[in-house]
């Protein structure tokens, strides 16, 4: 017979203002393997901890029920506490009294009471069964991959790379630096976008520790924290980016040009071409749904006037394989797909656009080289309204979420419009100014107050064209009033959505999205940049909308978390998981099938089902699936389940 | 929502013209309504100071200055005082009341500017107001012998409120300067 401990927490009022502590602490004491119990304000404090420790030494306890909060909570505070005393950490249980009972019945102190002790004998029943288990060691791959190379996954992996570990980069696109590209000046600073970004890509270009790939994507992951091994796709560019110098003839004597998305469908790319003038890496890709050789062969021109003879017209996908240790998701985001905004005339009327278009206008290297004209005529708007939260916190019809950087980059906007276009006048349909980050406020004060931007509070219900102006009928509540504007530009500061395919690329990394395709983080406040996945990271706008500094604070944390993973060559894992009655498998195989985990497999030679222990996560998802009662679960085996259960009935 | 405020080209001049006359930053107004919350007056203005601001930004100069409100501030500056933004509404209703006279607009309450006037004068003539004196003038100019205010007039004479002599600052030579400066700047 064990000799057992009891340690009964008042968590302050949370326990004992419902339980009575003293009648638990003295009915369990009398329970006759029981050789100590006792009761205390804060277990989890100092000398709450004092107390379990004494006890061990002094009465020789051989396991412990801490009865107080959730194991999520305190589980691990104990379970070292009396490991500090020689004891196996894994007889050391919680009972939860907290969350489980008396949070729950406070209105009903004499039941609660009651409950709280059936829950302590139930788990003292579970700890008469539980066995000495040592954690599980599993050898790391000390190297990190990043998915994403925009501003998140770039400042991942350059701080990763300046840790002294080896990165693997991936981009879909043929160059770095996402959205950001696209970008012309960025609040509250009013530094340009491109210098700096073209500036890190560089870096990551030329350095020794970060393997990078363009115009590439992750098709399969398998493995576990500390040994994923990931299958790259690298789309075949029909450019042998080893031969190419750069110089461009190619660009410039390809005979077709179509619509660049890059551009807002304001400007054209050639059919081969780079992504952006002066992109990092600076070479160029055939989009084969473009050129005429991959049409009908008709045209090469690219081939014959390539100097280095880089052209491959025959090049296939390659798929290469690469193995790390910890994985970076920084995919960023897309704007809400307009063609689904017809009441704003997106798409029917030419001078409505979105925000990044706009954005594209002023860069000097866009379509129209810095000047902002109407798209329909070319003149210079003067009269030019924006509107924000278009399709976020619309709950009903689009998003329900604040896309949070729409009313800094509109001030912005009409800012800079109003440098350009003197005497032009800007309006600002919005809902609320939401200015929440070091010096946007100010920013924005500064802004309305210099530029005589007008602000009116109300959303828009109309979008129309009428002689040659767009006309748009909103209200400004501030007055109350309908109000119509006859404007030359319409900019609409459409909702922020995840990148299309994230929800394909959650499922092969076992993460999770929310219901919007946003990847969702193990806690909102205190594991904001883990993944419910241990191993899978989140930077950027992958997982919800946010500006750069946000989404570069968040990067850089998923290095810092990484390093810390990857400082040692072992990996301690909790040993609470499957294991497998060799006499009575059958290697039916049904467990391999349940496994969320792909933690089971099949051995052949010996003909039964074997664990992974390293990719077992403990879930039961085989114990319940079992038609032999073969598997059972560490420390949670179905004689300590019966038993708990015959407690409480 | 009666009526529609169409915007061709909006007008911001009022705003400029307004904003220069009073010196006070209203592009700056956020609409935090303490202004408003804190004005003794306000429960009785048709437009309240801070919809008095939002109007002027959306160029809505003839309801401006046809509004009662503009004549009703009395100049406490509590609204100046709290103001997030530093903006001082009594600096801008006295601007504003002065647009209205140049431009011969007058509020509902036909003879409120009367008052003001006599209240200006009696402070003229002696460097602060005299309530005895300044009612005679309003009186004469308004042909309104104010008889709904005899009761409250007499109770406040008994408290002492109502001095029948007029008594003068010092410096009544500044004053005058002061009155000339600002005929003058005009």
Known sequence: MKRLGVFICHCGVNIAGTVDVKSVAEKTGRVEDVAHSADYIYMCSEPGQQIIREAIRERGLEGVVVACCSPSMHENTFRKAVKSEGMNPYLCEIANIREQCSWVHQKEKTKATEKAEEIILATLEKVRENEKLEAISVSINRSAGVIGGGIAGMTAALDLAEGGYEVLLIEKEQALGGHMTQLSKTFPDLHPALPDLLAKAREIERHPKIDLHCYSEMEDVKGYVGNFELTIRKKATSVDWGRCNGCGLCIRDCPVEYVSPFERGLGVRKAIDLLYPGSVPQKPVIRRDHCRYFHDGSCRKCEEVCPEKAIRFDQQDERIGKK??????????????????????????????DGLALERMFSVDGPTQGRIIRPSDG???????????????????????????????????AKIYKEQVPDGQPYIFYMDIRADAKGYEEFLQKTIEEKG???????????????????ILGVDTLTGKMVEVAADMVVLATAIVPSQGVKDLASKLRATVDRHGFLTEAHI??????????????????????????????????????????????LLQ?????FVDENI????????????????????????????????????????????????????????????????? | METTTSVEKMDSSFLEEVSKRSGEKLSLCYQCLKCTAGCPTAPYMDIRPNSIIRMIQMGMKREVLESSAIWFCVYCQTCGTRCPNEIHIGVLMDALREMAMEEGVHAKEKNIHLFHEAFIQSVRRGGRAHEVTMLMDYMLRSRDLMKGSLIPGVKLFLKGKFPLLPSFVKGKGEIKRIFEKCTKAK
């Open chain 1, 574 to 578: 909790d040993p609470l998981i499957a």
């Open chain 1, 585 to 649: 498998c059958s290697g039916c195989g049904i467990c391999v099938e349940v496994c969320p985990y792909e933690a089971r497999e099949m051995n052949s030679r010996r003909g039964i089902s074997v664990v992974h222990s390293a990719l077992c996560q403990g879930c039961g998802a085989c114990i319940a699936a079992c038609p032999n009662f073969a598997c059972e679960l560490r420390n949670s085996s179905s004689v300590q389940t019966l038993r708990m259960l015959e407690t409480f009935v």
């Open chain 1, 324 to 353: 790390v240790g910890a994985i970076v998701v920084a995919t960023g985001f897309e704007l809400y797909p307009t063609e689904q905004l017809g009441e704003y005339g997106y798409g029917e009327i030419p001078d409505v656009i």
């Open chain 1, 453 to 471: 931007l007008l602000y009116l509070r109300g959303r828009v219900s109309r979008v129309f064209q009428d002689d040659g102006k767009v006309r």
């Open chain 1, 379 to 413: 003149t210079v708007p003067k009269e030019i309204v924006f509107i924000q939260c278009v399709a976020s916190r619309d709950p009903d019809r689009y998003m329900p979420y604040c896309s949070r950087i729409c009313c800094m980059y509109t001030a912005k906007q």
């Open chain 1, 525 to 570: 406040k205190l594991y904001p940049v883990e993944s419910s996945t241990k191993g899978i990271y989140l930077a950027g706008c992958g997982q919800s909308p946010k500006d750069i500094s946000d989404t570069v604070s968040q990067a850089s944390a998923t290095a810092s978390k990484i390093q810390a993973l990857l400082s040692t060559d072992q």
